[in-house]
């Protein structure tokens, strides 16, 4: 499988690609995981957009958010994967693009995260340790964590 990995600022990003990014992160935020939550939090418009390209469909998506937006550090966010392309790897390298491209932009600091509980192992697999007590968020646990 050949990836295309493309990072947008929010002014950048071409509509045809925002709409792929906005349907994956519904079909996997809202509908599958049966989770009603306001995907459109206002934090879009300061974060980079990096996006995975199979064949020139959105395959794969994290949100890069600067320090102080959401958290005092760089933070990665709305990480999905098409359920296409599950099982596929594609999922740890976008985390590993994410990571890089963050640390490229952002710098070297530390990059915290709020990760869905059930992903805290694959998230362990990257160097985040956990930070503070499980908390729920739209009715999803979900833990801090941070690396570096």
């Known amino acids: ?21 906005l349907r994956l992160r519904s079909e996997v935020f809202v509908v599958e ?12 418009e300061h974060c980079l957009h990096l996006c995975g390209f199979v ?4 395959a794969a998506y994290a949100r890069l958010v600067p320090p102080g937006i959401l958290f005092p550090e760089t933070s990665i966010g709305r ?13 740890k390298v976008l985390m590993e693009e994410a990571i890089e491209l963050c640390h490229q932009v952002f710098g070297e600091g530390a990059i915290q995260i709020g990760a869905q509980l059930y992903l805290q192992k694959f998230y362990e697999s990257f160097g985040f ?15 801090h964590m941070m690396l570096g």
């Open 1 to 21: 499988m050949l990836v295309q990995w493309e990072c947008f600022s929010f002014d950048d990003l071409p509509n045809h690609t925002l709409y792929q990014v």
């Open 33 to 44: 995981q049966n989770c009603v939550f306001l995907d459109a939090d206002n934090a879009d």
């Open 55 to 58: 064949e020139g469909n959105v």
């Open 79 to 91: 990480v999905v994967t098409s359920p296409q392309y599950r099982g596929s790897g594609l999922g």
């Open 129 to 143: 340790t956990t930070i503070g007590e499980v908390y729920v968020e739209d009715g999803i646990d979900h833990i």
